[in-house]
């Protein structure tokens, strides 16, 4: 069972029927003009490796897909961009029925129509990617526990969010908390 590697044109297909049931191997790499497609995407740029085996049996197809490699993501804190490995996993289950419906439900299961001969990957990829980045992006500590962000956007926000000794406060708020003594 060899690996195949496609990459054709930002198409990210995998033709299934006339295979026999079993194991089939895939190997697609994920660039930059990948996410041109995409303009609302976070990323950018990307230098990412899927690895995907098709498992065929009788009335489904599993697709146990990988993705491994980095993209270049927006720090939350210094709005620098840095590197950020993506390292993820999950399965893909596809049912065959009369209709496609290409979203996937809570159970990563979709449904294609009968008369279908091949899946496209590339939606699925994007998803999966954006799943694999945190809510909150930040770049790392370096080895010693420092910040890596941007030392001059980090002044600028300590010295622009710190706290004056002297709080104006509203008075009606002031006879409530008098309350609660």
């Known amino acids: 069972m060899r690996a195949r590697f496609i990459k054709i044109m930002g198409k990210y297909k995998i033709k299934f029927r006339g295979l026999k049931e079993g194991k089939h191997k895939y190997k697609f790499e994920i ?11 976070e990323i950018k740029k990307a230098k990412i490796f ?3 085996e098709m498992l065929i049996s009788k ?12 993209a270049e993501i927006q720090c939350d ?23 496609n419906s290409d979203l996937s439900d809570a159970d990563n299961r979709i449904t294609i129509s009968n008369k279908t001969s091949e899946i496209v990957l590339d ?33 600028k926000i300590k010295e622009y969010s710190t706290c004056k000794e002297t709080e104006i406060t509203d008075p009606r708020w002031d006879r409530l908390k008098s309350l609660y003594n």
């Open 59 to 70: 009335d489904i197809l599993t697709f146990d897909i990988k993705l491994l490699g980095t």
């Open 50 to 52: 899927a690895e995907v």
């Open 77 to 99: 804190r210094c709005l620098d961009f840095f590197d950020f490995p993506i390292s993820y996993k999950t399965i893909l289950y596809v049912d065959f029925g009369d209709n």
């Open 31 to 41: 660039e930059d003009s990948f996410f041109e497609k995409y303009p609302e995407s």
């Open 123 to 155: 939606k699925h990829f994007y998803d999966y990617l954006h799943l694999s980045i945190p809510y909150q992006k930040i770049h790392p500590d370096d080895k010693n526990g420092n910040l890596t962000c941007n030392k001059e956007m980090i002044k």
